[in-house]
């Protein structure tokens, strides 16, 4: 009996130990949090701080290496520790760190306004002199407001560009003048299919990866949008009208059948390369993606298909974060300070855009060393018409995450829009 | 004890019970014990403390939130489709898994020449990654470069290409086609095992007695496979519940919320919806599912009562 009922309590014992062992990942909360900055023991004077940086390109661990190896010694008692992290991995390492008050010194990200709102920053006064907070371009420093104060430094911004393949377009008889509008673009699709077999007239990555800037394109281009004249405005007419358009182009099979499975990388950037795509909203870094994967296409470059009643052409204008974290007694605060203003120095800033690779400055003093360069001209000149995510909002990104999740259902054959819109505004507060 | 009867010096009594301490189970089990406490005990208890909190999207604790969290969780609009589909991905795929499994094992415990590659061969799926297969998959079913819609096209068995991934009632049938073939190569060596303890007389005794080929499965093996099954099912049961990755890599759940387990969800709500709260309350309800799972069995077999008789 006894051995008997053990042998049933060690399947138990082992089917509980399978069960929450699996489920432990989601509730651990780490004990030892906070120690983050006391330093080496031998030294009371010296500081670590530790940066979370984002993996724009291979070319980043380098850079951070010689920038601190740099830093190190012109500040012998800050120790700096720079780990790069991966886009896909990034956002969910700091947020983990938070959770678990293992707060890193530096973050850098694309959102930092729930940070802000939960009081965890310094505010840019604090993190870079004033001389160098002037030198940045306004735009981005509004962007990186919280109810009002900056939280924030932008690092670099990137714009987009609608993207074309000319052998495709010559093939079907159109031109760049055929896509200006929304209707244009319509009918150069149609006419595309009609032409060249085989082909992706449009290109409609709507999958997780990228949902929520592939949807503000179009519905910007529409004047719609998540956030209007300092409310929400999700679920507009203007949006609904957007929504409906790209519905039509699936239905006809314009573009990639399942729009909300298709992503951007290796969906939509990845088939155009092969040339198997006529048109898609492309971005700044396109054409470096184009090169790595040496594609030969033919392409060119036009402004965003407009659906507005002016006829302007919006772009999308996506800016990445530096912010510093507060810890306890804000005894990093000098380091931090240091640290930044030494990324910030013209010619360490210069070799970070350069390790990022193509993408636009955001300070004024790079803009102008970099406008003669020919590739980022273009879209230094839409920058004024730029729309941009209500970063600054603290909801943004589970509004964000919802969109990324469920906008491309709305384009499926007789979705019901309005409930996906609805879906996604009940995340904005 | 009765404190009226003279006491044995406090010593000697403080040894002694050293001395049973010491002669019993307890110092064998105390770091098995501990291990149990430190490794399930104590994050089900995490897990349990963070559901009751009211935690910010970026992660920051805010106080007690009492069941605020499950009440957000139960009104999820998304939470009915990802339970009823939890159960159906379970129930489909272990049933699946059993039923190919039976087969397979009956087949590796024939004597035929070159048995011990296919052996081989079957743990395969079981030795490589379970991401790597379910890449492998997800690129072998996708819609543009898919070599599954090559072949297709080219047998003309379909007209233009399928996005196998495009839509819940194409990805959810691959999902467990996935899942049974990682599944199969334990729950066949679970049962091989099994049907390896049957001792040789008993066929030996059924073929004496003229019984059929059928009749001696149904009468003697089956019956004898119980405990194996029994063990196969219930982690099976486990595993697959638990399953993330092959959904993750295949379809992430979507499109949309379509293709989302329980599991899935809680991961999506935590790291998309910034929902960290929700999302533990979710992995208490799941904590609760597969406790129900674990003894719902346990019950229908009549495993624990007929070991106690």
Same mark, same amino acid.
């Given at each position: 009996?006894?051995?008997?009922?053990?042998?049933?309590?060690?399947?138990?014992?082992?089917?509980?130990?399978?069960?929450?062992?699996?489920?432990?990942?989601?509730?651990?909360?780490? /004990?030892?949090?906070?120690?983050?900055?006391?330093?080496?023991?031998?030294? #009371?004077?010296?500081?670590?701080?530790?940066?979370?940086?984002?993996?724009?390109?291979?070319?980043?661990?380098?850079?951070?290496?010689?920038?601190?190896?740099?830093?190190?010694?012109?500040?012998?008692?800050?120790?700096?520790?720079?780990?790069?992290?991966?886009?896909?991995?990034?956002?969910?390492?700091?947020?983990?760190?938070?959770?678990?008050?293992?707060?890193?010194?530096?973050?850098?990200?694309?959102?930092?306004?729930?940070?802000?709102?939960?009081?965890?920053?310094?505010?840019?006064?604090?993190?870079?002199?004033?001389?160098?907070?002037?030198?940045?371009?306004?735009?981005?420093?509004?962007?990186?407001?919280?109810?009002?104060?900056?939280?924030?430094?932008? !690092?670099?911004?990137?714009?987009?560009?609608?993207?074309?393949?000319?052998?495709?377009?010559?093939? #079907?008889?159109?031109?760049?003048?055929?896509?200006?509008?929304? !209707?244009?673009?319509?009918?150069?699709?149609?006419?595309?299919?009609?032409?060249?077999? !085989?082909?992706?007239?449009?290109?409609?990555?709507?999958?997780?990866?990228?949902?929520?800037?592939?949807?503000?394109?179009?519905?910007?281009?529409?004047?719609?949008?998540?956030?209007?004249?300092?409310?929400?405005?999700?679920?507009?007419?203007?949006?609904?009208?957007?929504?409906?358009?790209?519905?039509?182009?699936?239905?006809?099979?314009?573009?990639?059948?399942?729009?909300?499975?298709?992503?951007?990388?290796?969906?939509?950037?990845?088939?155009?390369?092969?040339?198997?795509?006529?048109?898609?909203?492309?971005?700044?870094?396109?054409?470096?993606?184009?090169?790595?994967?040496?594609?030969?296409?033919?392409?060119?470059?036009?402004?965003?298909?407009?659906?507005?009643? !002016?006829?302007?052409?919006?772009?999308?204008?996506?800016?990445?974060?530096?912010?510093?974290?507060?810890?306890?007694?804000?005894?990093?605060?000098?380091?931090?300070?240091?640290?930044?203003?030494?990324?910030?120095?013209?010619?360490?800033?210069?070799?970070?855009?350069?390790?990022?690779?193509?993408?636009?400055?955001? /300070?004024?003093?790079?803009?102008?060393?970099?406008?003669?360069?020919?590739?980022?001209?273009?879209?230094?000149?839409?920058?004024?018409?730029?729309?941009?995510?209500?970063?600054?909002?603290?909801?943004?990104?589970?509004?964000?995450?919802?969109?990324?999740?469920?906008?491309?259902?709305?384009?499926?054959?007789?979705?019901?829009?309005?409930?996906?819109?609805?879906?996604?505004?009940?995340?904005?507060? | 004890?009765?404190?009226?009867?003279?006491?044995?010096?406090?010593?000697?009594?403080?040894?002694?019970?050293?001395?049973?301490?010491?002669?019993?189970?307890?110092?064998?089990?105390?770091?098995?014990?501990?291990?149990?406490?430190?490794?399930?005990?104590?994050?089900?208890?995490?897990?349990?403390?963070?559901? %009751?909190?009211?935690?910010?999207?970026?992660?920051?604790?805010?106080?007690?939130?009492?069941?605020?969290?499950?009440?957000?969780?139960?009104?999820?609009?998304?939470?009915? &489709?990802?339970?009823?589909?939890?159960?159906?991905?379970?129930?489909?795929?272990?049933?699946?898994?059993?039923?190919?499994?039976?087969?397979?094992?009956?087949?590796?415990?024939?004597?035929?020449?070159?048995?011990?590659?296919?052996?081989?061969?079957?743990?395969?799926?079981?030795?490589?990654?379970?991401?790597?297969?379910?890449?492998?998959?997800? @690129?072998?079913?996708?819609?543009?470069?898919?070599?599954?819609?090559?072949?297709?096209?080219?047998?003309?068995?379909?007209?233009?290409?399928?996005?196998?991934?495009?839509?819940?009632?194409?990805?959810?049938? @691959?999902?467990?086609?996935?899942?049974?073939?990682?599944?199969?190569?334990?729950?066949?060596?679970?049962?091989?095992?099994?049907?390896?303890?049957?001792?040789?007389?008993?066929?030996?005794?059924?073929?004496?007695?003229?019984?059929?080929?059928?009749?001696?499965?149904?009468?003697?093996?089956?019956?004898?496979?119980?405990?194996?099954?029994?063990?196969?099912?219930?982690?099976?049961?486990?595993? %697959?519940?638990?399953?993330?990755?092959?959904?993750?890599?295949?379809?992430?759940?979507?499109?949309?919320?379509?293709?989302?387990?329980?599991?899935?969800?809680?991961?999506?709500?935590?790291?998309?919806?910034?929902?960290?709260?929700?999302?533990?309350?979710?992995?208490?309800?799941?904590? &609760?599912?597969?406790?129900?799972?674990?003894?719902?069995?346990?019950?229908?077999? &009549?495993? &624990?009562?007929?070991?106690?008789?």
């Amino acid at each position: 009996m006894a051995k008997i009922s053990l042998r049933r309590g060690a399947a138990l014992a082992l089917s509980g130990l399978l069960a929450a062992g699996t489920l432990a990942g989601c509730a651990a909360e780490s /004990t030892d949090g906070g120690a983050t900055d006391t330093g080496s023991s031998s030294s #009371a004077e010296s500081t670590t701080i530790r940066v979370v940086a984002a993996q724009y390109t291979d070319d980043m661990q380098p850079y951070y290496d010689d920038l601190v190896a740099r830093f190190e010694a012109d500040n012998p008692t800050i120790n700096v520790e720079v780990e790069v992290v991966s886009w896909n991995d990034i956002d969910q390492k700091i947020k983990t760190m938070v959770q678990t008050n293992d707060l890193p010194d530096i973050g850098n990200l694309n959102y930092f306004s729930s940070f802000a709102a939960d009081g965890l920053l310094y505010t840019a006064d604090e993190l870079l002199p004033a001389a160098t907070l002037d030198d940045m371009v306004e735009t981005f420093i509004e962007n990186s407001k919280y109810e009002g104060t900056a939280y924030a430094v932008p !690092d670099l911004a990137s714009a987009r560009l609608f993207f074309y393949n000319k052998d495709i377009f010559d093939a #079907a008889g159109l031109t760049k003048d055929d896509i200006v509008t929304w !209707d244009g673009v319509r009918a150069a699709a149609e006419k595309i299919k009609a032409t060249v077999p !085989d082909v992706t007239p449009l290109a409609l990555p709507l999958g997780p990866e990228e949902a929520q800037a592939e949807f503000l394109i179009w519905a910007a281009s529409n004047n719609g949008g998540y956030y209007n004249n300092g409310a929400w405005d999700i679920t507009s007419d203007a949006n609904v009208e957007t929504l409906e358009y790209l519905q039509g182009l699936v239905a006809d099979g314009l573009t990639n059948p399942s729009p909300a499975t298709f992503n951007r990388t290796d969906g939509a950037f990845a088939l155009f390369a092969q040339g198997q795509v006529g048109m898609l909203n492309g971005a700044i870094f396109l054409p470096s993606v184009l090169e790595e994967q040496g594609s030969t296409i033919n392409y060119d470059i036009a402004p965003f298909p407009t659906n507005r009643a !002016d006829g302007t052409s919006i772009t999308l204008g996506v800016q990445d974060y530096f912010f510093g974290f507060k810890n306890e007694g804000e005894t990093n605060k000098a380091a931090v300070q240091a640290f930044m203003s030494f990324l910030f120095e013209a010619d360490n800033y210069a070799g970070f855009l350069e390790a990022a690779g193509g993408f636009l400055p955001a /300070t004024k003093s790079a803009g102008e060393a970099m406008s003669s360069d020919e590739a980022l001209a273009p879209y230094i000149a839409v920058l004024p018409n730029a729309v941009f995510y209500p970063g600054a909002e603290a909801s943004w990104p589970a509004v964000q995450g919802e969109t990324q999740q469920t906008i491309g259902l709305a384009v499926a054959k007789g979705a019901d829009i309005m409930s996906v819109l609805e879906g996604i505004a009940s995340k904005a507060e | 004890m009765n404190t009226t009867t003279p006491a044995p010096p406090a010593k000697r009594r403080k040894k002694s019970l050293i001395r049973r301490f010491l002669a019993g189970p307890l110092p064998w089990i105390t770091p098995m014990l501990l291990l149990i406490l430190a490794i399930v005990l104590w994050p089900v208890y995490e897990m349990g403390r963070t559901s %009751v909190l009211e935690i910010s999207g970026s992660g920051v604790t805010k106080g007690f939130a009492g069941l605020e969290n499950y009440r957000e969780l139960f009104d999820n609009p998304n939470l009915l &489709g990802a339970i009823s589909r939890t159960f159906f991905w379970v129930i489909t795929v272990v049933a699946i898994t059993i039923f190919i499994s039976l087969f397979l094992a009956q087949l590796l415990n024939a004597k035929f020449p070159g048995r011990r590659f296919v052996r081989y061969a079957l743990i395969v799926p079981w030795a490589a990654s379970v991401i790597m297969t379910a890449t492998s998959f997800r @690129w072998m079913l996708d819609g543009y470069y898919g070599i599954l819609n090559r072949i297709l096209l080219d047998l003309g068995l379909v007209e233009e290409a399928i996005d196998w991934m495009g839509s819940a009632e194409t990805s959810l049938p @691959w999902l467990i086609i996935v899942a049974v073939f990682v599944s199969l190569p334990f729950t066949t060596f679970v049962i091989l095992a099994g049907l390896q303890t049957v001792p040789g007389e008993v066929y030996e005794a059924a073929k004496v007695d003229g019984a059929s080929a059928r009749k001696t499965y149904f009468s003697i093996t089956f019956p004898l496979l119980r405990t194996s099954l029994f063990i196969a099912t219930v982690i099976n049961l486990i595993n %697959v519940f638990n399953q993330f990755p092959i959904i993750w890599v295949m379809t992430g759940g979507g499109p949309g919320y379509t293709t989302d387990t329980t599991t899935t969800l809680m991961y999506k709500l935590a790291f998309r919806s910034q929902e960290i709260g929700q999302s533990a309350a979710l992995s208490v309800v799941n904590f &609760g599912i597969i406790l129900i799972f674990v003894l719902i069995y346990i019950r229908a077999t &009549g495993f &624990g009562k007929r070991e106690d008789r």
